[in-house]
């Protein structure tokens, strides 16, 4: 059975930063790209961020883009998610997910195995 864990959310002031962790229980992970979703309440899921199975690719959501790094280290099954310049609009429960294949793909259904979701809340 897959397991990721999600850790790092928080509350934390607008302008503030957050890193958010993804860890994998199975080596397999590092065949696959890896992705952050959002949902905020009464929304539907959201595309985030996607790193692909070796880094090499990325892809992130206009509304982040320049302000989130997607990275990942192989070695300890792990995919983070750097949160710069938060603004309120990021609150939300943040899921992370790995794919099927290698390329970092921004659709839900590209991404077969999910995490619970840790929640991160921005005040203005």
């Known amino acids: 059975q897959v397991q990721l864990i999600e850790s790092g959310g928080g509350f934390v002031q607008a302008g503030g930063s957050l890193r958010l962790s993804c860890t994998h229980s199975?080596?397999?992970?590092?065949?696959?790209?890896t992705a952050w979703f959002r949902q905020a309440p009464g929304r539907e899921r959201e595309f985030v961020a996607a790193?692909?199975?070796?880094?090499?690719?990325?892809r992130y959501s206009d509304s982040v883009k320049g302000r989130f790094t997607i990275s990942r280290d192989n070695t300890n099954n792990t995919v983070y998610l750097q949160m710069n310049s938060l603004i309120p609009e990021d609150t939300a429960v943040y899921y992370c997910?790995?794919?099927?294949?290698?390329?970092?793909?921004?659709?839900?259904?590209?991404?077969?195995?999910w995490g619970q979701g840790t929640q991160v809340t921005v005040s203005s």
């Open positions: 790193i692909s199975r070796a880094a090499i690719s990325t």
């Open positions: 199975k080596r397999s992970f590092t065949s696959v790209a």
């Open positions: 997910a790995t794919g099927a294949g290698p390329a970092p793909y921004s659709g839900a259904r590209n991404y077969n195995d």
